[in-house]
């Protein structure tokens, strides 16, 4: 029963961000301006172009960033990773970059499916190197993600530079939902069906986050499972960076306070990993609206300084308790 509150509390709680985030704005929306007689339909045309695709661009983005970052956390067997901190999202950036140098005038699909193999490529090594790795504490597993996202980074702007790409990268490693339109963040909505896929294949994802020996003792298909996961989690990513750009930190917050209620149970916690997602989210596109109103804070920047201090808190307080 105190499951279903929380999950009815927090369906209520993104739907009335959902309704406020319709009407911030510097162009007046409103009740009155909407049903107004005097209306010339500027304000209707507002809301069904802009304000609700980028409303719903957000609870998408928001929900789908979550799920990745808890899923990667039950493959990596550690807490404290998701995609921006094991170099997933690097990985895709780099796959941008390999596009817009070899296919400048590549669709938006085939930029997604690049992306998405480039950020495979980068999960995996991050979990070979990982399996090398002999001292296998809970500290250790996110300083060598961050390690290695570093490197990919360093390489991506590498190359950015010497082809004078180094704008147009930047576009994709900010999230920004400020040009979100009407007919361009649709491809976000497969973000919906990847999402259903990790929920029906929950169990054995709990199962694989169990280790290799104990999930095939199991009769367990471990690697094809491990397979499956990454292949969601690459293909989530790449989406979300190629339409809106990065959002650091969000996996990692979010499923470690979830976890604080439902434990390691993954179907039972993941409904509530989707919503707490889209609803932080939406907080911070708000809050970007807001704080230098009529200009706008890109919520990258916003879930960078929050979730960067959220992660340090995390670290410390894990260090602080094993002491």
């Known amino acids: 029963m105190r499951k279903s509150v929380l999950l009815a509390t927090a369906l209520i709680a993104i739907i009335g961000l959902g309704i406020a985030s319709l009407f911030i704005g510097v162009s007046d929306v409103s009740l009155s301006t909407l049903f107004s007689e005097d209306n010339d339909r500027r304000a209707l045309l507002i809301l069904l172009a802009s304000r609700i695709p980028r409303t719903l661009a957000l609870i998408l983005a928001g929900s789908s960033m979550a799920i990745a970052g808890l899923l990667l956390q039950m493959l990596a067997r550690n807490r404290f990773v998701e995609p921006s901190t094991v170099g997933t999202v690097e990985s895709a950036s ?14 938006v699909i085939v930029k997604m499916m690049i992306a998405a193999v480039f950020a495979l490529a980068g999960t995996a090594l ?8 002999q001292w296998r504490d809970i500290l250790i597993v996110p300083l060598v993600g961050l390690m290695l996202s570093g ?3 360093s390489a991506t702007d590498f190359f950015a530079y010497r082809f004078e790409l180094l704008q147009a990268l930047s576009a994709w490693r900010t999230g920004d939902f ?9 491809m976000l909505w497969l973000t919906l069906a990847l999402a259903v896929a990790t929920y029906v294949t929950a169990d054995r994802f709990t199962v694989a986050g169990l280790g290799e020996g104990f999930a095939t003792n199991l009769g367990l298909a471990y690697k094809r499972v491990v397979g499956l996961g990454l292949t969601i989690v690459a293909l989530m990513t790449a989406i979300i960076t190629v339409t809106v750009g990065t959002i650091p930190f969000l996996g990692l917050i979010v499923p470690n306070i979830v976890r604080l209620s439902f ?8 409904p509530h990993v989707a ?9 911070s596109d708000i809050a970007g609206r807001l704080i230098r109103f009529p200009y706008e804070i890109p919520i990258g920047t916003v879930m ?15 260090s602080t308790t094993d002491a």
């Open 94 to 107: 780099l796959g941008l970059l390999t596009t817009l140098v070899l296919w400048p005038g590549a669709p």
């Open 126 to 133: 991050f979990l070979k190197i990982l399996s090398l790795v």
């Open 151 to 153: 490197v990919i980074a």
């Open 178 to 186: 400020s040009g979100v339109l009407r007919g361009r963040y649709e």
């Open 263 to 270: 434990g390691d149970n993954m179907r039972a916690g993941l």
């Open 275 to 283: 919503l707490m997602g889209a609803g932080l989210v939406l907080l």
């Open 304 to 318: 960078g300084v929050v979730g960067s201090i959220i992660f340090l808190y995390l670290l410390l307080r894990r």
